[in-house]
Each structure stands twice: as C-alpha cells, then as structure tokens.
C-alpha cells in the first residue's frame, strides 16, 4: 500500500478479455506485472449481447484470473521501479522492514549469474557466471526513495544495473533494477549461499540488523554506517 508521501497504486483483479496481455497494455498505455490468481465465492458469468462477461457472488464458485500490479511509470507518473533481489531481500519481513511498506512480489530467476557467500557477511552477492541461475523475487512498484534504502543498506560494495529476469510462473521476461557485486573478482566471495541456512540460523540476527539500520537513517545521532554495518559481518558457518 503507499505512505502519506506516495502517489497512490493499486492492484487489480480481472478476468476475461482482461487476462490478455494485448487488451491491457492497449487500456493502460503500459505494460504491469500479471500474476495468476483465484477469486473465490464468486462465478464468471456469460452475458447475452455482450462480448465481454462478468462476475457475481456465488457460493463455493470460483474464478480464475490475474492480478495486476504497477510495472512502470509513464512519464504523467512518479517513476516506480521494479527490483529483483536474492538472498535475505526474499524474506517478506526483511523487506517489509526496509521499504516500510510490503510491495507486490514475484518469483523470478536471473541467468548467467551466481549466487555467492561473502567471507565475513551473514548477506550474499551475485556477480556474472556463464551458465549461473539466481532464484530470487522481483520486488514491483518502488519509489526512488525505497530503492535509495536498498541502496543503502547493501552499501557501496554493490552496484545498481538493469537486467533481464524470466517471470517463474509466465516465463515472461522483465527489465528489472538488481545489485550487482562491485568486484566480480572478489576473493572473498565462495560456494553458494543458501536460502534456508540463513533463516535457520541468521535471519533473527539479520532483522535485528535491518531494525538498527533503520533506526540509524532517521536518526543518525552523529553515528557512521560502520555502525551498522558491524552488526552484519560475522562470519557464517561453512556447510
């Protein structure tokens, strides 16, 4: 949902021609995310006359649809951006805590990259890698002022670039914002990092963190980054 400082968005339900891709983009002028959904107590209906139906209530019906979220800006609107992000960004409560807000989020995969741990960090990197696949989420719809916290929080080390990420549910492709290892060459990065360790054995410790982190943006109190960022370089076990 927007804060008091954004422009509202919204997402939408539709069904019918709607689910057609060509309709949308011709209605809109723009392209959204489509994510598949279900609406539930509710019947899709044919109606006499009519090319198009509609939907009611209808105990126990079902409907199958999209779900329809904010892709780009046009340029009468704010620019929104769409970031894919890996590692501890998947976890909702991370981000959520970030961006002070919980945007839209799909599954995606990013090619010709890995997935590395860092000596000394409890958050990974990804940098190029022939052949390489990334499993991360594709946050949709952010403010520039949620993707400068993303930038902050990973910190200079990373770089801001676009890319090319398939949709895992339609195998559409999106150009979407990722961070980037600075230094692909890097020798403190190694092996892979893994999803469920971390949540097993860091995530209290990373949310912890990222509470801190946010504490020091709005109030730094004459505190540096550094202060932060002590509380994310500890070195994990190596499985």
């Not at 021609?17 to 002028?29: C, M, N």
């Not at 620019?79 to 590692?87: D, K, R």
């Not at 020091?216 to 960022?229: A, L, M, Q």
């Amino acid at each position: 949902m927007a804060t008091s400082e954004q422009s509202p968005s919204y997402n939408v339900f539709v069904y019918g021609s709607f689910q057609e891709p060509a309709v949308v983009s011709l209605i809109l002028e723009f392209t959204p995310v489509i994510v598949s959904a279900q609406l539930h107590d509710f019947h899709l209906y044919r109606l006499k006359g009519r090319l198009h139906p509609c939907i009611a209530p209808f105990e126990s019906g079902l409907v199958n649809g999209k779900f329809r979220g904010k892709k780009m800006a046009t340029s009468e609107q704010s620019p929104s951006y769409n970031v894919f992000v890996y590692g501890s960004f998947q976890e909702p409560a991370v981000v959520s805590l970030i961006l002070e807000f919980t945007p839209v989020i799909v599954s995606a995969q990013l090619h010709d990259f890995h997935l590395y741990r860092l000596k000394g960090r409890l958050h990974p990197c990804i940098a190029p890698f022939e052949s390489g696949l990334v499993n991360g989420k594709v946050l949709t719809g952010l403010t520039e002022a949620q993707l400068k916290n993303l930038d902050m929080i990973q910190g200079a080390e990373y770089v801001r670039k676009t890319v090319e990420v398939v949709l895992t549910e339609t195998s559409e492709k999106m150009e979407v914002e990722a961070l980037i290892w600075a230094n692909k060459d890097d020798p403190d990065m190694y092996g892979e990092w893994d999803f469920e360790e971390w949540k097993r054995l860091h995530m209290d410790k990373f949310i912890e963190a990222s509470k801190k982190f946010i504490e020091w943006k709005k109030n730094p109190d004459g505190k540096t980054r550094e202060e932060f960022e002590k509380f994310v370089h500890e070195d994990p076990p190596v499985a």
